[in-house]
């Protein structure tokens, strides 16, 4: 069974940062595109970056380019998303996805709140 | 960027009864591979969102058989047949054809009368 369990996130100040986590399972992780997408409250869903199978290869929004890094261990199993420089329209559950034309299967969503 | 626009952006609908959500793309989204990347996903109160259809009108395993997807270029369609309790949510269309970046429709939310 595929899963994907998100970590990582809380409560922050402006400026802050925060490391989530994605930890993947039941699928060979190494062999998949894998996403990040955010949803701030109340709102529509956001593709926030994706990253190729073996790394080499990083996409992000126009929003988050620059303070956000996405990246992946493949012998972990396990994807992030390094978030710098935060700001308050960053608030929002953010979730891990498999793929990237498709994206097939979520996690549960992490809640990232930026605030001071 | 492709701009993904559904309409209507609430669904009211009896139980029992069909309804039908449209998204439209603002230009074709054939891949020159031939394929079309399209998706929709369905998003329960307080869930995550779950794909049911991919490539147009693939239905994704699990996903009962009274949703269906179907169009081409830019205009397409996700049916429920006969509305059941359980589909009450939002359900979002997804291009992922041109990307980066990949873009979403705004939603629309699926309410039992």
């Known amino acids: 069974e595929v899963q994907l369990v998100e970590s990582g996130g809380g409560l922050v100040q402006p400026g802050g940062s925060l490391r989530l986590s994605c930890a993947a399972s039941g699928f060979t992780f190494s062999t998949y595109w894998m996403t990040w997408v955010r949803q701030a409250p109340g709102k529509g869903l956001e593709w926030v970056a994706s990253i190729k199978p073996d790394g080499s290869d990083t996409h992000y929004v126009d929003s988050v380019r620059g303070r956000f890094t996405i990246s992946r261990d493949n012998a972990k199993k396990s994807l992030y998303l390094q978030m710098n420089n935060l700001r308050g329209e960053d608030t929002a559950v953010y979730y891990c996805a498999r793929g990237q034309r498709g994206c097939d299967y979520w996690g549960q969503g992490n809640q990232v709140t930026v605030s001071s | 960027d492709v701009v993904m626009t559904q309409s209507p952006l609430s669904l009211p609908v009896t139980l029992g009864q069909p309804a039908s959500i449209s998204c439209r793309s603002s230009?074709?989204?054939?891949?020159?591979?031939?394929?079309?990347?399209l998706n929709w996903f369905q998003q329960r109160p307080g869930q995550s969102p779950r794909r049911l259809i991919y490539k147009v009108s693939n239905r994704d395993s699990g996903v009962p058989d009274r949703f269906s997807g179907s169009g081409s270029g830019t205009d397409f369609t996700l049916k429920i047949s006969r509305v059941e309790a359980e589909d009450v949510g939002v359900y979002y269309c997804?291009?992922?054809?041109?990307?980066?970046?990949?873009?979403f429709g705004g939603g629309t939310k699926v309410e039992i009368k």
């Open positions: 230009q074709s989204l054939v891949h020159s591979d031939g394929n079309t990347y």
């Open positions: 997804m291009q992922g054809t041109h990307w980066p970046p990949l873009t």
